[in-house]
């Protein structure tokens, strides 16, 4: 299992909770963005820096992993293939997109975008907050202590 970061919007916060989690249970973890990212020096967290361009990362992360791995994303069409690759995709808010839940995402991500090109001011989401930051670092801990390398 290896956690895979679709690293290019994941907030900074998010990362570091990463990073310690990697740390402590020394599993293996891939930040790809198309921008240079600093990680610690870890044998076993490494980055992969993608060219400019849509989707670009998504695709990569997408053609490298592996059933059963950890893909860390709030793009919802990225978490759809994971789910139908059979890996498991954690928002950095906490939220698990599974089999049962995707299509409800996905079909709620659709609205919204027709909704914004209609000309309806939707906002985008609120500042991460405390209550979110630990709901992930929750669900991420559980998730490792079932799943991680021992």
Known sequence: MKIWVDADACPVVIKEILFKASRRTRTPMTLVANHHLQVPALSWVTFLQVAPGFDVADNEIIKRMNAGDLIITGDIPLAAEVVEKKGFALN???????????????????????????????????????????????????????????
Request: proline residues 5%.
């Open 92 to 150: 950095p808010r906490g939220t698990f997109y599974t089999a049962e839940n995707i299509r409800q995402h996905l079909n709620t991500r659709d609205f919204m975008d027709s909704l914004r090109s209609s000309g309806v001011q939707t906002g985008g989401p609120s500042a991460m907050g405390a209550n979110e930051k630990k709901d992930f670092a929750n669900q991420l801990d559980q998730f490792l202590q079932r799943n991680a390398p021992s």
